[in-house]
């Protein structure tokens, strides 16, 4: 049976509902916790409701233009590209493992990799590219010096992650929102956000 188009007023609603995410992404990415080695951050929070919600591409979405947000109300140096791209591949990754499960070793297998892969090694990547000059050595040990320095972070970051994230996800299953779902236009939640997306720009 062909589905059905989703109609606007859900399409506007699910744009809306991006963009609170996207802004309270931005937000609290400004009120993490700094030290001269550590930075402690919420900013995962909407990250990981969008991809619940809408699976990678909603979670790619929200870190993506919420780190471009943030850089726009509150610049903290030069935006860099790769960076926000790194972020919205944490958000697919989350939507990947998060969409329809909320299994606490699904939790802790995308913690894992968007911590100890993505921010750890791939991050870093791009913080030692903005920082190096030749006057550090060569790039590849400078880099792993980086990594090294990044453990800790990590290490916190994936605790508080896993701390947090299975609350909210049992939070989510508790509280219905509305137009979240699309059982009565026939149509998944991530077809309704690519409806969504396409209805706002074209239609």
């Known amino acids: 049976m062909k589905k059905s188009r989703i109609n606007i007023k859900t399409s506007v609603q699910t744009i809306a509902i991006i963009a609170v995410l996207m802004a309270a992404q931005a937000v609290l990415g400004m009120l993490e916790i700094h030290t001269a080695t550590i930075k402690i951050s919420l900013s995962f929070i909407p990250v990981v409701i969008a991809a619940r919600l809408y699976g990678g591409v909603g979670g790619a979405l929200v870190a993506g233009f919420g780190d471009i947000i943030s850089c726009i109300i509150h610049p903290v140096g030069a935006w860099f590209p790769p960076i926000t791209l790194t972020y919205a591949l944490s958000g697919l990754v989350y939507g990947l493992f998060l969409k ?5 070793w699904f939790v802790i297998l995308s913690v894992g990799i968007t911590q100890f892969i993505i921010s750890l090694f791939i991050t870093t990547i791009w913080i030692a590219y903005l920082s190096y000059n030749a006057n550090d050595g ?5 880099y792993f010096t980086r990594v090294v320095m990044r453990i800790w972070q990590v290490v916190i970051m994936s605790a508080v992650q896993i701390a947090v994230i299975p609350p909210v996800l049992k939070l989510m299953s508790k509280v ?3 137009l979240v779902t699309s059982e009565k236009y026939d149509i998944t939640p991530t077809e309704q956000l690519y409806e969504s997306i396409a209805a706002f720009l074209f239609d």
């Open 138 to 142: 060569m790039f590849v040990e400078f």
């Open 176 to 178: 219905k929102l509305p």
């Open 100 to 104: 329809k499960r909320t299994n606490i």
